[in-house]
């Protein structure tokens, strides 16, 4: 047992802080060298060590990884970016607009790469107007987060969250649907809050006009041959249920078929695939069910209360709230998931899915999507400051997160949320 925390301990601080100075190791590597260790030390053996990846989730990122090059490709999240600025005539209405089409963008596809596409156009965009595009890139990344609490395909922690619960799509949806809709409009509320006398348009524009990074071409061709298999895998994933489909193998056979209709080479398709990330689920499952093994996890979250009750789902939220600034979003999740599997009906599962994915809006390294967003700014001349972020990120995820355990409270009380 203590062997495995250290190397718990030693993984998560590598994930943590994957910058420590002198130190040679990344998110990734923190992840694979756990892993490693856990069985050097005979936490588990290696069939265990195997046994304990759960391949539904990586075939689920996988099948909608591919989808998603093959879209990217296609030019189609810079047609839905363009859109999206061109409807809004005014600095008020293109906010609402980055903050509605992020958010429903992000609830069908994974939530990292839309912020990683829209970026660009939102800058050219305030750019354009000569708006300040600092709250339109704020409002942008916490509505990606926002956006993708709603389905199973959101984001990584929900496709873990929904593949060991076992519930459905559509259900997953219905019990968190609501959440993504009222916190969208929160979020708009408090961003015109802080910024609406800034909203204003200026003589000069902000950042270097030069280093705007060119969004991707529209190829109408191949996106009229693979935007069906999008349209098409919505609808699967919402009846995979009635119809007896794998959510899984739903994903990958959009992503097979889209690869295919796209016209490119399939290996470039294959190559842009995130392997990394796969690689960092492989391993943090390997890292979670050594400590697991080892009896360590047990006393961790003693304190937590574990009843599919109101008081349960606060508990959920106020742990990830805390949690998710310290070792991210996902890696708390994984840590959860074997806890959750013996709480029966689905309450926790959808507190977990919504507390660690709002959590993610508190600080700027709160969340992946964040701190994309403000990469992409600073190439481009633009300061995301961690304070300012904060300062709205706070009000955010306290609104948010309230809002959350309200409604699902109420989906107890009526008997919807079991």
């Keep these: 047992m203590i062997l495995a925390g250290?190397?718990?301990?030693?993984?998560?601080?590598?994930?943590?802080?994957?910058r420590l100075p002198k130190i040679n190791i990344d998110r990734p590597a923190a992840a694979m060298a756990g892993a490693v260790l856990m069985v050097l030390v005979g936490a588990l053996t290696f069939r265990q060590a195997v046994a304990a990846i759960n391949f539904d989730t990586i075939a689920l990122l996988l099948g909608m990884m591919l989808l998603v090059v093959v879209l990217q490709r296609a030019g189609l999240f810079t047609l839905m970016a363009q859109r999206a600025v061109t409807l809004a005539n005014s600095?008020?209405?293109?906010?609402?607009?980055?903050?509605?089409?992020?958010a429903v963008a992000s609830a069908f596809l994974v939530n990292d790469v839309v912020v990683l596409l829209f970026t660009p156009v939102v800058i050219q965009a305030c750019r354009m107007q000569r708006l300040n595009p600092v709250p339109y890139l704020i409002g942008e990344a916490m509505a990606s987060n926002i956006g993708s609490t709603a389905t199973i395909v959101g984001n990584p922690q929900n496709a873990l969250i929904?593949?060991?619960?076992?519930?459905?799509?559509?259900?997953?949806f219905a019990y968190l649907a609501p959440v993504a809709v009222v916190s969208t409009a929160l979020l708009f509320i408090v961003l015109w809050a802080f910024y609406r006398k800034g909203l204003r348009r200026t003589g000069n524009t902000v950042g270097s006009p030069a280093t705007v990074a060119p969004a991707t071409p529209v190829n109408r061709g191949m996106l009229l041959r693979t935007a069906p298999v999008l349209a098409?895998?919505?609808?699967?994933?919402?009846?995979?249920?009635?119809?007896?489909?794998?959510?899984?193998?739903?994903?990958?056979?959009?992503?097979?078929?889209?690869?295919?209709?796209?016209?490119v080479k399939?290996?470039?398709?294959?190559?842009?695939v995130d392997w990394v990330l796969l690689l960092f689920f492989a391993g943090l499952f390997i890292v979670v069910?050594?400590?697991?093994?080892?009896?360590?996890?047990?006393?961790?979250?003693?304190?937590?209360?574990?009843?599919?009750?109101?008081?349960?789902?606060?508990?959920?939220?106020?742990?990830?709230?805390?949690a998710s600034q310290i070792v991210s979003n996902v890696p708390l999740t994984v840590l959860l998931l074997p806890l959750l599997e013996r709480v029966p009906g689905d309450a926790l599962w959808i507190a977990l899915a919504a507390g660690a994915t709002l959590a993610g809006n508190a600080t700027l390294i709160g969340a992946v999507a964040n701190i994309i967003v403000a990469e992409q700014a600073s190439r481009?001349?633009?300061?995301?400051?961690?304070?300012?972020?904060?300062r709205v990120g706070v009000v955010v995820t306290a609104l948010t997160m309230a809002a959350s355990v309200g409604i699902f409270s109420l989906e107890m009380a009526t008997g919807f949320l079991r």
Excluded at 91 to 102: A, D
Excluded at 294 to 319: E, M, N, Q, Y
């Design 6 to 18: 250290i190397i718990l301990g030693l993984t998560l601080i590598g994930i943590a802080f994957p």
């Design 232 to 263: 098409g895998v919505v609808v699967a994933l919402f009846v995979s249920s009635l119809a007896g489909f794998s959510i899984p193998m739903v994903a990958l056979t959009a992503g097979a078929a889209a690869m295919l209709l796209s016209g």
């Design 266 to 272: 399939p290996s470039e398709i294959i190559r842009d």
């Design 91 to 102: 600095p008020g209405k293109l906010l609402m607009s980055v903050v509605i089409v992020t």
């Design 162 to 172: 929904g593949i060991a619960s076992g519930i459905s799509f559509a259900r997953f």
């Design 289 to 322: 069910e050594g400590a697991h093994q080892s009896g360590l996890l047990a006393p961790v979250f003693d304190r937590v209360d574990l009843r599919a009750t109101a008081g349960g789902i606060a508990s959920i939220h106020a742990v990830s709230a805390v």
């Design 380 to 390: 481009q001349g633009i300061d995301l400051r961690f304070g300012e972020f904060l």
